[in-house]
């Protein structure tokens, strides 16, 4: 028999460095296996094979958590505006815990079960109906037996909180990210108090993922750690940001910027921004360190390279990279070899290549959220008369 694994809360509390994988429905949509609009994983069930190869790629590149592709697995999501299906949800769910198993298992990986937010919350619904909807989700996650849960993407706490509620009575370790920056959650609660909230539900890890920067999110966990401390209580901070650089983010992130999500390319960090990145997150005293949309492979090993003498090794994947471009000495151009340095690649500033584009854009600003007429959902496809409802309205914003 394999030996025993030590758990996501050994690895913490023992001070360990553990490293998330990175965003798979951006990175499968650029694939060709998910659809921009819904970014449901039914891709877990109708192409395995697709999502095993970026699991494998993400641990190569030295991830020890392998995160079910499970985002918006819950059966409201999946049929929500007319997304047609050929599984079920409980059969997504299951297909993407036996992968994230079988790739964990080539390696010294944990599997994390992942629950986000429902357009059934977003509808108004009751705590009680929702915490119905994560309680299927679970189900499938006890009964694939994951290693640990983390409810994601929640721009609400109070319905993180519920989430929480649900996945603690597994018995298994719970994380909790919320997809907030440092102005809080979009009922104005501040990272302290949604932070304080999620650790009195259960939540033994808390943190944000998605919707900003590395930078605006670490200093975003900063707050919560400052509010959790300040309440006397105890847990364990992670950080899965966005790959795209994302200054001009109001309350609400990237998905109020004019590229969403089809125009981003030019805000992607480089590998060298994730050194950066990953020495902040560490240095706030963050050690679940991972990534979400945006994210490949790539940027998941510079991560893994730059806290490599903290950790210990390098991932596999760095077989084939120098370390700050020292395989470029083996190039055969000099003035290409010449940048096999350190120094050159940490101060250059990247041109984008686009002279007439400006550096920042002007975000979306609906000023809707949970409880506005804008936001309820239906199973029907949107009609022809929602959508030029909509369009009418976005000439004037």
Known sequence: ????????????????????????????????????????PEAAAEHPEAVRQLHREFLRAGANVMQTFTFYASDDKLENRGNKLTFTGAQ??????????????????????????????????????????FKKQLDVFTKKNVDFLIAEYFEHVEEAVWAVEVLKGSGKPVAATLCIGPEGDMHGNSPGECAVKLVKAGAQIVGVNCHFDPLTCVKTVKLMKEGVEKAGLKAHYMVQPLAFHTPDCNCQGFIDLPEFPFALEPRILTRWDMHQYAREAYNAGIRYIGGCCGYEPYHIRAVSEELAPERGFLPAASEKHGMWGAGLEMHTKPWVRARARRDYWQNLNPASGRPLCPSMSTPASWGVTRGHADLMQQKEATSKDQLKQLFDRSKNH
């Open 1 to 40: 028999m394999a030996p025993t694994k030590k758990g996501i809360l050994e690895r913490l509390n023992a001070g360990e460095i553990v490293i998330g994988d990175g965003g798979f429905v951006f990175a499968l949509e650029k694939r060709g296996y998910v659809k921009a609009g819904p970014w449901t």
């Open 92 to 133: 997504i769910n299951e297909a993407a815990c036996d992968l994230a198993r079988e790739v964990a298992n080539e390696g010294d990986a944990l599997v994390a079960g992942g629950v986000s937010q429902t357009p059934s919350y977003l509808s108004c619904k009751s705590d009680k109906e929702v915490k119905t909807i």
